[in-house]
């Protein structure tokens, strides 16, 4: 790497864990040419700092390469996987199985901006824009991401995300979640989903601000992505690049956690 580091750059031992889980270039055609390392700090940059694509610095690799492997990457499922395989490797470093038995979902609604794609108003956050619905495990790494529009309620956007593991996480059971979720949709749940959506309630008697139990796990995720700028805003076009940045967010925490 001929340049100065950029603070946002993957360490070694970063690119250590990443490396082995990025695709090899497909056989036939051009080779593949660019430095796979240098193309995910360019990414990391953009995330980190939050500027636009075409503002990715010189030294970097041209903003267009870059763009083009974050849409290939996403488009194939490669964010996820990784995503997932450096998870199972944080779980097991914590002395925790690969996969999770309880789970918290919740949700963060955030400001678009003009770029386009789709968008509600959520009346209660009075923001106008996009939902963040997410599922963590009890250390707070990503299980599940839906982005969807800020007007769907919470009940409703909470199927959008358990649909998304309802064949997989065997071993996941419980799942814990604040009052916005009581209802239809603790029966739900458990007719569709087959797993315990339980209901953590703020108690009447206690005033101003309190920890609740486990439901300070997912707010401290959220916590971890508002340190990223890219994310301060949903700054996308597709929903589906909203969550690719999210995964990033995550996939660049977790390598660092192993890293140590």
Wanted: hydrophobic share 40%.
């Amino acid at each position: 790497m001929n340049r100065k580091m950029y603070s946002t750059d993957l360490s070694a031992g970063q690119w250590e864990r990443i490396a082995p889980l990025i695709p090899q270039a497909k056989p036939g055609g051009r080779p593949r040419s660019a430095d796979m390392r240098e193309i995910l700090n360019a990414i990391w940059y953009v995330t980190r700092s939050g500027c636009a694509w075409r503002l990715i610095p010189h030294d970097l690799p041209h903003w267009r390469t870059v763009y083009g492997y974050f849409r290939v990457f996403n488009a194939a499922g490669v964010w996820k996987h990784i995503h997932d395989k450096l998870r199972a490797q944080v779980r097991r470093a914590q002395g925790r199985k690969p996969t999770p038995s309880a789970a918290i979902i919740d949700s963060q609604s955030v400001k678009t901006t003009e770029k386009g794609g789709i968008r509600g108003y959520d009346a209660g956050k009075k923001i106008n824009g996009r939902k963040r619905h997410i599922v963590v495990d009890t250390l707070g790494m990503i299980i599940a991401i839906v982005v969807h529009e800020a007007s769907i309620q919470d009940r409703d956007g909470a199927k959008l995300v358990l649909e998304t593991f309802k064949k997989g996480f065997t071993r996941l059971k419980l799942i814990w979640a604040d009052g916005g979720y009581a209802g239809k949709l603790v029966d739900w749940t458990r007719e569709n989903i087959h797993r315990k959506l339980e209901i953590v309630k703020r108690s009447d008697n206690v005033k101003g601000f309190v920890v609740l139990p486990r439901r300070w796990v997912v707010e401290r995720t959220f916590g971890w992505l508002g340190r990223y700028r890219r994310l301060s805003k949903d700054y996308e076009q597709l929903t589906e690049n909203s969550e690719a940045m999210m995964l990033i967010a995550m996939i660049n925490l977790m390598s660092k956690r192993l890293a140590r």
